[in-house]
């Protein structure tokens, strides 16, 4: 029911910043549960940041204090601040999006529409 696009991603080096966006097209006009994951080779994909239709967040142990998930409705876009990057912040990172008046979600299986990626990549 939606398209989505991620960008900004890249390679940097460990304590440095990117932002990432991801931009939603629809047909209608739909509310909807949005996040985004990450996932290495050979690893489940796991959920790094939420939110839910009210604004409501919802992040990873492991990113707490250094990311902040955001969006801006009237533009269709979400975004994900990531800060002080670490080695294990390395991996391909999929925004993902559910519709319906939802709060936030960590589980990959609480989502059905998901972007193509991208690569964000940190090295010492």
């Known amino acids: 029911q939606v398209q989505l696009v991620e960008s900004g991603g890249g390679s940097v080096q460990t304590g440095g910043s990117l932002q990432l966006a991801c931009s939603a097209s629809?047909?209608?006009?739909?509310?909807?549960?949005m996040g985004w994951f990450r996932q290495v080779p050979g690893k489940e994909r796991e959920g790094v940041a939420g939110?839910?239709?009210?604004?409501?967040?919802l992040l990873a142990d492991s990113v707490k204090g250094r990311f902040t998930i955001s969006k801006d409705s009237a533009k269709n876009t979400l975004y994900l601040q990531m800060n002080s990057l670490k080695l294990e912040d390395t991996a391909m990172y999929y925004c993902?999006?559910?519709?319906?008046?939802?709060?936030?979600?960590?589980?990959?299986?609480?989502?059905?529409?998901w972007g193509q990626g991208t690569q964000v990549s940190v090295s010492s």
């Open positions: 993902a999006a559910r519709v319906g008046h939802l709060g936030p979600s960590l589980f990959s299986s609480s989502y059905n529409d």
């Open positions: 939110i839910g239709t009210d604004g409501t967040t």
């Open positions: 629809t047909d209608t006009y739909l509310y909807y549960r």
